[in-house]
């Protein structure tokens, strides 16, 4: 149905809607890709409506002629969700981005989807707040695309994701009807919730129009510190003795892998701040009202992990800058993606405990499979959530099946996730059932055709 010519009178009655300087046929290359390499359908045309109104009147227009609705938030999106299917209608939310209420007594904020993560993050904290969502393209996704895709980050392991900010939604139904969800209470017992209908289902559902959002008191800073192990099991034992000392103020705990470590000081040009090559590299927080107050505290805790030679050695950040620099080394993979373009950028998740173990297994077999094939991991390990870049791809499409038939296998018998954070979107889709079994996908079909029987809701993406 979606594939179809669109009659002249669709087009005739989606200029009454919708003002001519916000509705293109010439669609702008930008918003034909994300960060995927999915490959896209030719889209009929681009709108960027400007209130909640506006969006349910298109989407009513589109579900009486059978057109396809693909959301656009940010476009950083990495596994090809927000591409344009064929003969679609994109609706991009760019242009509904206003912070509209922050709450600054009780720590919420109530925003247009079209909002950027980062402006949310610096009006939190111009209020006093922090938002705790954090990610590398904080500077251009937005938050109704960090809700589609439940997006995970940096803090999880303190704050937890993006389901766990959202207090209240509002979205546009497949059939243009507005479902009102903005709430911000927490505690609401009265039958499904059915935000979580919306939280992390990539645009299949419904489009996502305006949130609130959940604050937290805000921080004034962190110690952070780059730590070396050798043995990943003592990374466990830190992590454990960490969280013993700082109950609950554990704020990120990233993981980098000797290769990927070693190719981050490179494309960056720093020098490394060890004197002695390590097997895994720490990026360690702990956020606090009161860091200078914390630091004897964080500075003991190394003491006795070296001292217990539970940690090989450590460089503990002393100002802003140093903390900056830090990060540097944990937020370059852009850079990375494309120094061994092209890659396939894996995003798994396992029990915590079998992380390291998956790590070697997965590099075991690639580099006997693929001689050529660099791999390098790092990951929120905190959260059990293991990435790997993959490149370059040399072969196509027919060379990245096969390593990611091999990737997929053994994160399958580790009974692990084929997609901790990034979604499903078109790029995973025929490794859904590695992670879902088939009474899932059932019910999640069922659930599709009960609010998009018209299959107009970013069809193609998750499911067939
Ligand atoms: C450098 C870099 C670092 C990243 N780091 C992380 C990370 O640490 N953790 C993480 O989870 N992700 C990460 N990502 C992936 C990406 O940033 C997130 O998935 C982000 O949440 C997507 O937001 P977006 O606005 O760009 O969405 P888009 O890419 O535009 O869309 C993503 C999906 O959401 C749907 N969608 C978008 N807006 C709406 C809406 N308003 N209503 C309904 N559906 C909608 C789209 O149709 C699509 O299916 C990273 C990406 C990059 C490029």
């Known amino acids: 149905m979606n594939a179809k010519a669109i009659p002249s009178s669709f087009f005739d009655e989606l200029k009454s809607l919708i003002d001519t300087k916000d509705l293109m046929v010439d669609v702008p290359e930008a918003n034909l890709h994300d960060w995927s390499d999915e490959q896209p359908g030719k889209p009929q045309c681009l709108v960027t409506p400007r209130t909640t109104e506006q969006v349910a009147s298109i989407m009513e227009l589109c579900n009486r002629y059978g057109v396809a609705v693909v959301p656009q938030g940010g476009l950083s999106g990495l596994a090809g969700g927000a591409v344009p299917s064929e003969n679609c209608l994109l609706l991009s939310l760019a242009k509904m981005n206003k912070i509209e209420h922050l709450d600054a007594v009780v720590g919420t904020l109530q925003v247009q989807a079209g909002a950027i993560l980062q402006t949310l993050q610096e009006e939190a904290e111009a209020a006093g707040w922090m938002f705790a969502l954090d990610l590398g393209a904080r500077g251009s996704c937005q938050i109704g695309g960090n809700i589609a895709t439940n997006a995970g980050g940096n803090r999880v392991i303190r704050y937890g994701v993006m389901r766990d900010l959202v207090l209240g939604l509002e979205v546009v139904l497949p059939d243009g009807k507005i479902l009102n969800l903005l709430q911000s209470m927490k505690k609401n017992n009265?039958?499904?919730?059915?935000?979580?209908?919306?939280?992390?289902?990539?645009?299949?559902?419904?489009?996502?129009?305006?949130?609130?959002?959940?604050?937290?008191?805000?921080?004034?800073?962190?110690?952070?510190?780059?730590?070396?192990?050798?043995?990943?099991?003592?990374?466990?034992?830190?992590?454990?003795?960490?969280?013993?000392?700082?109950?609950?103020?554990?704020?990120?705990?990233?993981?980098?892998?000797?290769?990927?470590?070693?190719?981050?000081?490179?494309?960056?040009?720093?020098?490394?701040?060890?004197?002695?090559?390590?097997?895994?590299?720490?990026?360690?927080?702990?956020?606090?009202?009161?860091?200078?107050?914390?630091?004897?505290?964080?500075?003991?805790?190394?003491?006795?992990?070296?001292?217990?030679?539970?940690?090989?050695?450590?460089?503990?950040?002393?100002?802003?800058?140093?903390?900056?620099?830090?990060?540097?080394?944990?937020?370059?993979?852009?850079?990375?993606?494309?120094?061994?373009?092209?890659?396939?950028?894996?995003?798994?998740?396992?029990?915590?405990?079998?992380?390291?173990?998956?790590a070697a297994e997965l590099k075991a077999t690639l580099s006997q499979k693929f001689p050529d094939l660099i791999t390098l991991f790092f990951g929120h390990i905190?959260?059990?959530?293991?990435?790997?870049?993959?490149?370059?791809?040399?072969?196509?499409?027919?060379?990245?099946?096969?390593?990611?038939?091999?990737?997929?296998?053994?994160?399958?018998?580790?009974?692990?996730?084929?997609?901790?954070?990034?979604?499903?979107?078109?790029?995973?889709?025929?490794?859904?059932?590695?992670?879902?079994?088939?009474?899932?996908?059932?019910?999640?079909?069922?659930?599709?055709?009960?609010?998009?029987?018209?299959?107009?809701?970013?069809?193609?993406?998750?499911?067939?």
């Open 190 to 358: 009265t039958g499904l919730d059915l935000r979580q209908l919306f939280i992390g289902t990539e645009g299949t559902l419904g489009i996502i129009t305006r949130a609130i959002v959940k604050l937290h008191p805000g921080v004034t800073g962190a110690n952070t510190a780059l730590i070396a192990f050798d043995d990943y099991q003592d990374v466990l034992h830190f992590l454990k003795k960490a969280q013993s000392s700082f109950s609950g103020l554990v704020s990120a705990f990233e993981v980098m892998w000797s290769d990927y470590y070693q190719t981050a000081l490179n494309t960056l040009g720093k020098a490394d701040q060890f004197d002695q090559k390590h097997n895994y590299y720490l990026l360690f927080d702990i956020q606090s009202n009161d860091p200078k107050q914390d630091y004897p505290q964080f500075e003991k805790l190394m003491e006795e992990a070296f001292e217990e030679e539970v940690i090989k050695n450590a460089v503990l950040a002393n100002s802003d800058r140093e903390t900056q620099e830090l990060w540097e080394l944990r937020d370059c993979v852009s850079e990375i993606l494309k120094i061994n373009a092209p890659t396939i950028n894996f995003d798994v998740s396992v029990g915590l405990d079998k992380i390291g173990e998956l």
């Open 382 to 464: 905190g959260d059990g959530n293991l990435h790997l870049v993959a490149g370059p791809v040399v072969g196509g499409l027919t060379t990245e099946h096969a390593i990611e038939t091999e990737v997929y296998r053994i994160t399958k018998a580790f009974f692990g996730s084929v997609s901790a954070e990034h979604g499903i979107g078109l790029h995973k889709k025929k490794w859904l059932r590695h992670s879902r079994s088939e009474i899932e996908v059932s019910l999640m079909q069922t659930l599709k055709a009960a609010m998009d029987p018209n299959k107009i809701m970013n069809p193609g993406k998750v499911l067939d």
